[in-house]
């Protein structure tokens, strides 16, 4: 099986076979489950998915200006190349997924479980991740989380590496065991919140700034 390892965190990857993949022209599973596919090139304005299963399939170069998608099953399936601006994933559960070179912009997670789980090379400025558990290996690599908030989330153990984490928010939540070593922390905000992640000692000063600066300390002379 194929992984990918950020320092300590070990993530499987889908599995595919791309002979073993059937062209679809929609994400519309008649019996509920959809498996072994691939889904590409389509420009859509919407794309609206509910109470479906996909398997083992890619879902690549496709554009949707809405996209709403609330308790699905992801197992396997990997995107690589879409632009989903404005994307809405609830409710649902993603198992050995990856995102790769997709553009996420002002996407809102909410009330996911996510289990070796990876966005790469990602764009997901400006998005939300609300009640987002990891329960299994996640990692995010070479991704731009500008102004993205991490609100009630549980994401320990969760690596970022080489990530630009310019004015990203960590709000309340869980980040024992955080992998943060590799990123800039100079510009993010709720360091106050960062309890038990994991850091250089070269990053140290930089959080120590951010820290003293939301609690309001006064660095004296």
Do not use: W
Request: aromatic share 6%; glycine share 8%; charged share 25%.
């Amino acid at each position: 099986m194929e992984t990918l390892t950020i320092r300590d965190t070990t993530a499987d990857l889908p599995v595919l076979d791309q002979e073993d993949l059937t062209d679809v022209s929609m994400l519309q599973p008649e019996n509920g489950r959809l498996s072994l596919f691939n889904y590409s090139g389509k420009d859509l304005r919407t794309l609206e998915l509910s109470g479906a299963q996909f398997y083992d399939g890619r879902i690549s170069e496709v554009t949707a200006e809405r996209m709403d998608v609330d308790q699905v099953r992801l197992s396997s399936v990997e995107f690589v190349g879409c632009d989903l601006a404005t994307l809405t994933l609830s409710h649902s559960r993603l198992s050995r997924v990856r995102f790769t070179n997709c553009r996420l912009l002002g996407a809102r997670f909410d009330d996911l479980v996510l289990e070796d789980v990876v966005f790469q090379d990602c764009k997901i400025d400006y998005a939300t991740l609300s009640g987002v558990t990891a329960k299994g290996p996640v990692v995010f690599v070479g991704c731009s989380l500008i102004e993205t908030e991490l609100d009630g989330c549980d994401l320990s153990g969760v690596a970022f590496e080489d990530c630009v984490l310019r004015a990203t928010s960590f709000q309340a939540g869980t980040y024992r065991g955080a992998d943060l070593r590799g990123n800039n922390l100079s510009v993010i905000s709720g360091a106050v919140n960062l309890k038990r992640v994991v850091i250089d000692r070269y990053q140290l000063a930089d959080l120590s700034l951010v820290l003293a600066d939301e609690l309001g300390i006064t660095i004296a002379d």
